[in-house]
Antibody, heavy 123, light 107 residues
């Protein structure tokens, strides 16, 4: 059974660095074809893809966040991480992690999601 | 970046109605599109992938189709449990981009 769960600081101040953790089970990021992505959603608004990391440490970022993102993984502890530097109120959102997997028919995108973690940026 | 223009932004329909939601892609994405359903306070759920394929466990009243650059999600007979937000996602190329979402309410 695949599960994912996000954790974060809850609240932080503008200009700080947001550190998010995705703790998962039912798969390993050291297994060929596995990947984790991060997506966020401001309250009452749409979804925004942020970054993906793959089993081979290949990484992809949304350029709209202008080099503020860093995605990483800890395969020993079944975790993926996302850091966002220099946050401001526009980064207030629910942050989700989701699993991607490479299959014989292509990439199976975002088939499993965590419950999300709400992050509020406020002074 | 590929822009996904989703419409309508919100709609209200009666039980049993046929409902269609559309995403228009700004560039060719082939059939590389997913439809997600998101109920209030919940995470998104993958409903349709590769534009027309039903994900596991999704009721057969849901279907996906394509006409040129327009991609549609159709519910052939609306049920109360279908009240949710619906989002499209293109995965043809990075950055992955979502439509702006459709809020579906039951009259």
């Amino acid at each position: 059974q695949v599960t994912l769960k996000e954790s974060g600081p809850g609240i932080l101040q503008p200009s700080q660095t947001l550190s998010l953790t995705c703790t998962f089970s039912g798969f390993s990021l050291s297994t060929y074809g596995m990947g984790v992505g991060w997506i966020r959603q401001p309250s009452g608004k749409g979804l925004e893809w942020l970054a993906n990391i793959w089993w081979d440490d290949d990484k992809y970022y949304n350029p709209s966040l202008k080099n503020r993102l860093t995605i990483s993984k800890d395969t020993s502890n079944n975790q993926a991480f996302l850091k966002i530097t220099n946050v401001d109120t526009a980064d207030t959102a629910t942050y989700y992690c989701a699993r991607n997997s490479l299959t014989t028919e292509g990439i199976r995108w975002f088939a499993y999601w965590g419950q999300g973690t709400l992050v509020t940026v406020s002074s | 970046d590929i822009q996904m223009t989703q419409s309508p932004s919100s709609m209200s329909a009666s039980l049993g109605d046929r409902v269609t939601i559309t995403c228009q892609a700004s560039q060719d994405i082939g059939n590389n599109l997913i439809w997600f359903q998101q109920k209030p306070g919940k995470s998104p759920r993958r409903m349709i992938y590769y534009a027309t394929n039903l994900a596991n466990g999704v009721p057969s009243r849901f279907s996906g189709s394509r006409s040129g650059s327009d991609y549609s999600l159709t519910i052939i007979s609306l049920e109360s449990e279908d009240m949710a937000d619906y989002h499209c996602l293109q995965y043809k190329q990075y950055p992955l981009t979502f439509g702006s979402g459709t809020k579906l309410e039951i009259k």
